[in-house]
């Protein structure tokens, strides 16, 4: 059974870190591309960052661009996702997704992709 489990969602102060985890089991996604996507309140499913496995390449939302950073963990199968500098409007609930490795514009695209965790909720507020 293919998994994605998030974890280490939170509240924090603006200017604030948290560093998301997806943990990844059921099959190997080292041939994969692991995303991040957000979703605030009455908002569309936005792209974050992803990663392809095998080759460590990553491509970024400019809007996190300099602020967060993706990585992945081969012995733990886990993908993370570093935020610094974080911003009242990165409130959302962050999900990761993993598919084949495909262009950017369909790795920027959240329904491309296969399989989905189930969401951690970041606020950021004071």
């Known amino acids: 059974q293919v998994q994605l489990v998030e974890s280490g969602g939170g509240l924090v102060q603006p200017g604030g870190s948290l560093r998301l985890a997806c943990a990844t089991s059921?099959?190997?996604?080292?041939?994969?591309?692991v995303g991040w996507f957000r979703q605030a309140p009455g908002k569309e499913r936005e792209f974050v960052a992803t990663?392809?496995?095998?080759?460590?390449?990553?491509y970024y939302a400019d809007s996190v661009k300099g602020r967060f950073t993706i990585s992945r963990d081969n012995a733990r199968n886990t993908v993370y996702l570093q935020m610094n500098s974080l911003k009242p409007e990165d409130t959302a609930v962050y999900y990761c997704?993993?598919?084949?490795?495909?262009?950017?514009?369909?790795?920027?695209?959240?329904?491309?992709?296969?399989?989905w965790g189930q969401g951690t909720q970041v606020t950021v507020s004071s």
């Open positions: 990663v392809i496995w095998s080759i460590g390449s990553t």
């Open positions: 997704a993993a598919r084949r490795p495909g262009t950017i514009e369909v790795l920027a695209t959240y329904y491309n992709y296969n399989y």
């Open positions: 059921g099959r190997t996604f080292m041939n994969y591309a």
